[in-house]
């Protein structure tokens, strides 16, 4: 797979060394048991992928590169580069600009943009009607977009299922980036229906099967669907795609629900001209991640740390697969390690950062199980290794394991 070049800031001696020990030992990437570090009375495992994905790494060379080959020009970014603060702050503090903020709400006024500004256009990718807009004030998108290549690949899923005359609905936050852009996409060639969760999977079958009067639909969808959306007509013909960053597992039960709707209500012998059989669109790394955190989960252990920015989708998912086990600490960054008795975690229940006490067990070995979002630097991994193993005496240890798997 291509390497990217990227600032030197995210890298780090300790992650290379033992991803490259672990790509040695398993080049297909099929084993999914941790890495264990044992540092005396400290043991961590580190799952078997997390961190930066090949759509983050691009994303973040364009970026860097836009900066220093445009010297004097005045760069934007559509929105947050990637949900990670760090990354983020690291391009304000090199004079990019953010039009709009992580929910689409407006920082800057696109009218304050002139021909010859350069506007990036961040990894989630963004809706047709923005691209129109920046380019009817000048501004040429297609050089500066750094949409990943496998939400586009979301995107062209879309416009086969269009082809053959299905509503695309797609499994997505609804306030997420990338489920706004698919849902543009996906909106701009058929009928198109953005769902959260089974809840609403559930909701949508009892209309599907007309259990369900048609007003309320428009109602309890509201904001959801395409323009012109007609329950009776665009509900006969589905398929499910979905926000490349949603858990798998969901994702599959989802479709295999409204599979099995669409069966009760058409028959199974005329299934194929009622749901289209689409493969799953979750990207290499989402899927890799969450089966890395599914393979760790097998370790014994008395807590779990999830790294990664508090606004990632894909992060959010591996918080929830850890804390169906174990007690799971959400940080983003090192510094949220106040002590060896008080932590500030980000609670995704209550959707703010609260402070937890004696989260650290008082027995030995303490055993945790660790990993990282997508958008995460792996120096933001080491940071939280390094900060830990200082709690147990152990530094020379960890930089004994980097000389040894160097």
Request: charge should be negative.
């Amino acid at each position: 797979m291509k390497t990217f070049d990227i600032p030197i800031t995210y890298r780090s001696p300790l992650i290379s060394a033992i991803k490259n020990k672990r790509g040695q030992e398993d080049r297909m990437k099929k084993d999914f048991t941790p890495a264990l570090l044992e540092l005396g009375e400290l043991r961590i495992y580190l799952a078997r992928h997390f961190g930066f994905c090949y759509g983050v790494e691009n994303a973040i060379e364009r970026s860097f590169r836009t900066i220093d080959e445009n010297p004097g020009k005045r760069i934007f970014l559509l929105s947050e580069m990637i949900h990670n603060p760090r990354v983020n702050a690291d391009l304000r503090s090199r004079g990019v600009q953010f039009l709009q903020d992580t929910h689409g709400n407006q920082l800057i006024p696109f009218g304050n943009l002139h021909e010859g500004d350069i506007v990036i256009i961040p990894a989630f990718g963004t809706t047709l009607e923005i691209e129109a807009k920046l380019r009817s004030y000048g501004v040429l998108t297609e050089r500066y977009n750094t949409t990943c290549p496998f939400v586009e690949k979301v995107w062209k899923r879309s416009a086969q299922i269009a082809g053959n005359e299905y509503t695309v609905i797609i499994h997505g936050k609804p306030g997420h980036e990338e489920t706004r852009a698919t849902f543009s996409h996906a909106a701009a060639h058929t009928a198109a229906l953005v769902i959260e969760d089974m809840r609403e999977a559930r909701v949508l079958a009892q209309y599907i099967k007309g259990a369900l009067p048609a007003d309320p639909f428009y109602f309890g969808f509201k904001g959801r669907f395409s323009v012109g959306f007609d329950m009776a007509k665009d509900l006969q013909r589905i398929g499910v795609v979905n926000q490349t960053t949603m858990l798998a597992s969901d994702t599959q039960a989802i479709a295999d629900f409204l599979k099995q709707t669409m069966i009760e209500k058409y028959g199974n012998e005329a299934i194929e001209d009622h749901f289209a059989d689409t493969r799953d669109t979750l990207c290499y790394a989402t899927l890799d991640n969450q089966s890395a955190v599914t393979g760790m989960l097998d370790m014994p252990a008395d807590l779990a740390i999830v790294v990664g920015g508090y606004n990632s989708s894909n992060t959010s998912h591996l918080v929830e697969l850890c804390e169906e086990k174990l007690p799971t600490w959400f940080i983003n960054s090192e510094e949220k390690i106040l002590s060896r008795t008080e932590i500030l975690h980000y609670d995704l229940h209550k959707k703010r950062e609260e402070k937890g006490v004696d989260w650290l067990p008082q027995i030995k070995p303490v055993r945790i199980l660790l990993t990282s979002g997508a958008s995460c630097p792996d120096s933001l991994v080491e940071a939280v290794i390094r900060k830990l193993a200082g709690y147990y005496g152990a530094e020379n240890l960890l930089n004994e394991l980097v000389k040894k798997w160097s």
